[in-house]
């Protein structure tokens, strides 16, 4: 299982980002954060026909994710962005069928992408 997120980089406070994560294959995936000096923290995860999302509270109403199964494509668009989302963002895939009963632990995903740094200034 290959991983290729990208699509970070610098925004103002308010601006929007939209993130990639290409995989080799139809997974069910799912996007962490990782400020300096912080833990990993779940940001949102998809099913893998797309029907069932899950989003952390603190993006909820700001941050969308979506896939295109059609390009293996997992995509997670990031509005009103403010300074406290700045954060290397990693996609990750699990192979776990239970994985709906907890989509938030990091360890529950089987296969990580290379992060790609967003940084949101005020």
């Known amino acids: 299982v290959q991983l290729q997120a990208s699509g970070g980089g610098l925004v103002q406070a308010g601006g929007s980002l939209r993130l990639s994560c290409v995989a080799s294959?139809?997974?069910?995936m799912g996007w962490f954060r990782q400020a300096p000096g912080k833990e990993r923290e779940f940001v949102a995860a998809?099913?893998?026909?797309?029907?069932?999302?899950y989003y952390a509270d603190s993006v909820k109403g700001r941050f969308t994710i979506s896939r295109d199964n059609a390009k293996n494509t997992v995509y997670l668009q990031m509005n009103s962005l403010k300074p406290e989302d700045t954060a290397v963002y990693s996609c990750?895939?699990?192979?776990?069928?239970?994985?709906?009963?907890?989509?938030?632990?990091?360890?529950?995903?089987?296969?990580w992408g290379q992060g790609t740094l967003v940084t949101v200034s005020s």
């Open positions: 990750a895939a699990s192979m776990r069928a239970n994985i709906v009963l907890d989509t938030t632990t990091p360890r529950k995903y089987d296969y």
């Open positions: 294959g139809t997974y069910f």
């Open positions: 998809i099913s893998w026909t797309g029907d069932s999302t």
